[in-house]
């Protein structure tokens, strides 16, 4: 096997272990950490409201800095979002470097990843949050993954691949915290 291959054998031992180490992780530290408590449907005490609502502040300004900055990088490279504005400016689509294409490209997809991560975290929060959870431990990973998600839109727009990796883990590890305190909730 040449070193290549043997690079990308070991690279996907990696990325196939990666998802049950966080999960793994997530696991144990609602078992030894938080204690979780059986599921009683009820409406949330404040303490986990009040995470929840530094959470949602936190991400949303996460897409406003999203936003704002894939509109800067627009305006930086002449370019527009729609046919319209396209038609109105004195640009064209294949005016565009391939550098402002790809800043614009970097953009669109930390803004997605984000999007797409934030679904999963609203539907899960918002379960946990009704089903009498231990407070420290939504705070921990409701909080930790608006930190997390920061990180990654930051670490993302500016190219720095390890801080991106590392935020990105501590984003999905709230995930997996979340959904394991859930499923765990139910079981016992």
Do not use: C
């Not at 070193?3 to 990325?15: E, H, L, Q, V, Y």
């Not at 897409?63 to 046919?83: D, G, I």
């Not at 009498?132 to 993954?145: E, M, N, R, T, Y």
Request: charged share 15%; no cysteine.
């Amino acid at each position: 096997m040449d070193a290549d291959a043997s690079r990308r054998a070991k690279f996907t031992r990696i990325i196939l272990a990666y998802p049950f180490a966080l999960l793994t992780a997530g696991i144990l530290v609602n078992l030894l950490l938080f204690g979780v408590t059986p599921a009683i449907v009820a409406l949330p005490e404040p303490a986990v409201v009040v995470a929840l609502s530094i959470s949602a502040v936190l991400l949303l300004g996460n897409h406003t800095w999203l936003m704002t900055s894939t509109e800067l990088t627009r305006l930086k490279y002449n370019m527009h979002a729609t046919p319209e504005e396209w038609a109105a400016s004195d640009y064209a689509r294949e005016d565009v470097s391939t550098k402002g294409q790809q800043e614009l490209e970097r953009h669109h997809n930390a803004h997605r990843n984000t999007t797409e991560n934030v679904v999963y975290f609203g539907i899960l929060a918002a379960l946990v949050s009704i089903t009498s959870p231990v407070a420290l431990a939504v705070q921990v990973w409701g909080l930790g993954f608006a930190i997390g998600r920061i990180g990654h839109s930051f670490s993302y727009l500016a190219g720095l691949d390890g801080l991106r990796g590392i935020a990105m883990s501590i984003s999905l590890a709230s995930l997996y915290g979340l959904a394991s305190y859930l499923v765990i909730s139910w079981l016992i």
